[in-house]
């Protein structure tokens, strides 16, 4: 039986939660060992997936919201070249598993670790968009475009295929890219999405300073609107703001019956929110380039808008045209993972046979 290790990303959840149906799928007919590169990713990944592995992966450095090249370079090259113990642990379990071929959601620590024992590497996820497709980039996004496929290019070198998952589809650079549809997790499935006249807010916990967040808050209250917001974790009502605290089945339930979705740039909830033909107002992080690529391509396709700032005029913008952003999704069909999960199983063949 072919052995697989697949390797999640752990920043975030959205590597974690999209790796889930694949890893489900791959497991009935590999042999397959999981690890995940951090220890929330492992909690969560721990309840649907048995005998999973963390360690601490490579990570970028942030300063005031904006990703900072020569630092994240020098810390993640320090845990590189002194074969640190994150280094190692990665190291022993693909000498002690020895898989066949490697399949990750672009955890960098591990696609560094296996070149050094020339397996096979099929790259599963959306963060490399930025780098093997064609689109234009505005001039004020050049410096982020720029820092970001670099240290891209420098993390992930020796990659043997990429299937990307998106909602945009442009042109792909090489022959060895392919596109595919979000992975979508069953509770957005099984959905069946209503509209009902409230927007769902989600602000990403940690991502903006105190400051930020009230000026949201007082935006918020000064549109005749109502709101649902998370990322707060308080619960309670203000005026025209119903606030919830971390609950993924309540989340589930607002995110299927909200008239349209305001957050920042982060590809799952977006790629959510047009898969339930849910117009989507991006604020993405600023210096994070992924996020407003997600963002421009949202704009660009007439499924929303976006902005650097939130401000009054650009939300009631949003809420008069929500009309229209919803009608351009009607045309977007949701998929099942079934192709994808396909695509995986024939490159697993091609590269193991």
């Known amino acids: 039986?072919?052995?697989?290790?697949?390797?999640?990303?752990?920043?975030?959840?959205?590597?974690t939660t999209r790796s889930i149906p694949i890893i489900k799928a791959l497991s009935k007919k590999y042999n397959v060992?999981?690890?995940?590169?951090?220890?929330?990713?492992y909690e969560f990944m721990n309840k649907y997936i048995k005998n999973v592995t963390p360690f601490e992966g490579l990570r970028f450095v942030y300063d005031k919201n904006s990703v900072k090249l020569y630092k994240t370079i020098g810390r993640n090259a320090k845990t590189l070249f002194s074969r640190s113990s994150n280094f190692k642990a990665v190291y022993s379990i693909i000498k002690k598993f020895r898989p066949d071929v490697i399949v990750t959601d672009c955890d960098y620590l591990t696609i560094n670790v296996?070149?050094?024992?020339?397996?096979?590497?099929?790259?599963?996820?959306?963060?490399?968009?930025?780098?093997?497709l064609k689109y234009d980039v505005p001039r004020k996004y050049k410096q982020s475009y720029y820092t970001m496929n670099i240290l891209n290019k420098i993390f992930t070198n020796n990659i043997d295929y990429h299937v990307i998952t998106t909602f945009f589809y442009p042109p792909v650079k090489h022959k060895y890219t392919f596109l595919y549809p979000p992975v979508l997790r069953k509770q957005i499935l099984d959905m069946h999405p209503t509209r009902k006249n409230y927007y769902l807010v989600y602000q990403t916990s940690g991502t903006s300073p105190v400051s930020t967040n009230k000026r949201v808050i007082n935006v918020l209250k000064s549109v005749k609107a109502q709101?649902?917001?998370?990322?707060f974790e308080?619960?309670?009502?203000?005026?025209?703001?119903?606030?919830r605290k971390t609950n993924n089945d309540q989340f589930f339930k607002d995110f299927k019956d909200c008239r349209a979705v305001i957050a920042?740039?982060?590809?799952?909830?977006?790629?959510?929110?047009v898969s339930l033909h849910k117009p989507v107002l991006s604020i993405?992080?600023?210096?994070?380039?992924?996020?407003?690529l997600n963002a421009?391509?949202?704009?660009n396709l007439g499924y929303g808008d976006m902005c650097e700032v939130l401000t009054k005029s650009k939300l009631e913008h949003f809420i008069k045209h929500n009309e229209k952003y919803y009608n351009n999704l009607k045309n977007y069909k949701k998929e099942d993972n079934s192709r994808i999960i396909l695509k995986v199983e024939e490159l697993i063949k091609e590269v193991t046979k």
């Open 264 to 273: 920042n740039g982060g590809y799952s909830l977006i790629s959510e929110a």
């Open 284 to 292: 993405p992080i600023k210096g994070t380039f992924e996020q407003t």
């Open 227 to 231: 709101f649902v917001v998370y990322g």
């Open 1 to 15: 039986m072919v052995k697989i290790l697949y390797s999640v990303n752990g920043d975030g959840l959205g590597h």
């Open 33 to 41: 060992k999981v690890i995940v590169g951090s220890k929330r990713s």
């Open 296 to 299: 421009m391509q949202i704009k």
């Open 114 to 132: 296996s070149n050094l024992f020339n397996i096979p590497l099929i790259c599963v996820c959306n963060i490399h968009a930025m780098t093997e």
């Open 234 to 243: 308080r619960d309670g009502i203000d005026k025209n703001i119903t606030f």
